[in-house]
Nanobody, 124 residues
Framework: QVQLVESGGGLVQAGGSLRLSCAAS????????IGWYRQAPGKQRELVAA????????YADSAKGRFTISTRDNAKNTVYLQMNSLKPEATAVYYC?????????????????WGQGTKITVSS
């Protein structure tokens, strides 16, 4: 079974930084269509940042210039979200989402997966 596991959340003061990680487990051999989402209390889940298989990135307006999404070059089964100059309105549970390809030989599959979420609290 393949899944995504996030880490790196926590409590940080406004203006501080955090780096989230999202790793694909199991026999995943590629991650595509990767995105970081967040859901604040009482609000809908929203896209924060995305990265394509070619490395093209896309950010929500609230994240532009302060957040950076990246993947680990030598494995490409881990994605990061570096968040700088955090604001209290960034408080939310952050989720990663990706299409995970796994298997081998003639038995290869692709499933869309969500991580379990990691909570970030930004204090003012």
């Amino acid at each position: 079974q393949v899944q995504l596991v996030e880490s790196g959340g926590g409590l940080v003061q406004a203006g501080g930084s955090l780096r989230l990680s999202c790793a694909a487990s199991g026999s995943t051999f590629s991650m595509n269509g990767i995105g970081w989402y967040r859901q604040a209390p009482g609000k809908q889940r929203e896209l924060v940042a995305a990265i394509s298989s070619r490395g093209n990135t896309n950010y929500a307006d609230s994240a532009k210039g302060r957040f950076t999404i990246s993947t680990r070059d030598n494995a490409k089964n881990t994605v990061y979200l570096q968040m700088n100059s955090l604001k209290p309105e960034a408080t939310a549970v952050y989720y990663c989402n990706a299409d995970l390809s796994y298997g081998s030989g003639t038995r290869c599959f692709t499933n869309n997966a969500w991580g379990q979420g990691t909570k970030i609290t930004v204090s003012s």
